[in-house]
Each structure stands twice: as C-alpha cells, then as structure tokens.
Nanobody, 124 residues
Framework: QVKLVESGGGLVQAGDSLRISCTNS????????MGWFRQAPGQEREFVAS????????YYSDSVKGRFTISRDNAKNTVYLQMNSLKPEDTAVYYC?????????????????WGQGTQVTVSS
C-alpha cells in the first residue's frame, strides 16, 4: 500500500502564492505518474494537474493553467504544486494521487492511491 502525505496548505489572500507538497512511499518513485486534484464543499473532486515520471510531460486544467506549476523531485519522493495568483475559487481540499503508469492521467478513476488532503483557503 502506497502512502501519500500532503502538506503546506493554509489560509492566504487573493493574489498570494502557496506551494503544497506530497511525499509518498511509492518505490521506485520514478516509475509513477502523479496528479493533484481538489474538492470544494458540495462539489465533485476535479483534476488540477499531473505529470509523468520525469516531469517533462505535464497537464493542467484550464482553470489553473498559467497560474499553477506541478513539479517533482524523485530523489525526495515528493511532488509539488506551486500556486500563484490564487483566487477565492481555488479554495478546496487538495489531494495528491499516484499511479504506476507512463502517461500522467487527468481523471481520478485512473489513480490507485490517494493522500488525505490538505486544505487551501483563499480569502477575498
């Protein structure tokens, strides 16, 4: 069972930046694609960003493209989500997920293991 732990969430103001992290026990980490999803109260979980094993292939949802950057450090078994120009509508619980595949998926059903989530709140 792969264990994932997110961290770095918090309360920020609109326009601020925040970086959240996800450390996981997947071995070898370099063979896993990673994704970030988010879920706001009363809404379904939605795709945010994903990347392949070496970080050279990335996908973003239209709502975060140009503001968020996903990256990974395989030596640290960690994936990051740098969030800039945050908006109140970015408020949600952010989850990281992992799947042992070459292609970084953009749908939640493709992922095998999930973290417990970290809360990001953006005030206006």
């Amino acid at each position: 069972q792969v264990k994932l732990v997110e961290s770095g969430g918090g309360l920020v103001q609109a326009g601020d930046s925040l970086r959240i992290s996800c450390t996981n026990s997947a071995r070898p980490f370099s063979q896993y694609a990673m994704g970030w999803f988010r879920q706001a109260p009363g809404q379904e979980r939605e795709f945010v960003a994903s990347l392949n094993w070496n970080g050279r292939t990335t996908y973003y949802s239209d709502s975060v493209k140009g503001r968020f950057t996903i990256s990974r450090d395989n030596a640290k078994n960690t994936v990051y989500l740098q969030m800039n120009s945050l908006k109140p509508e970015d408020t949600a619980v952010y989850y990281c997920a992992v799947v042992r595949t070459v292609v970084p998926a953009t749908t939640s059903v493709a992922y095998e293991n999930w973290g417990q989530g970290t809360q990001v709140t953006v005030s206006s």
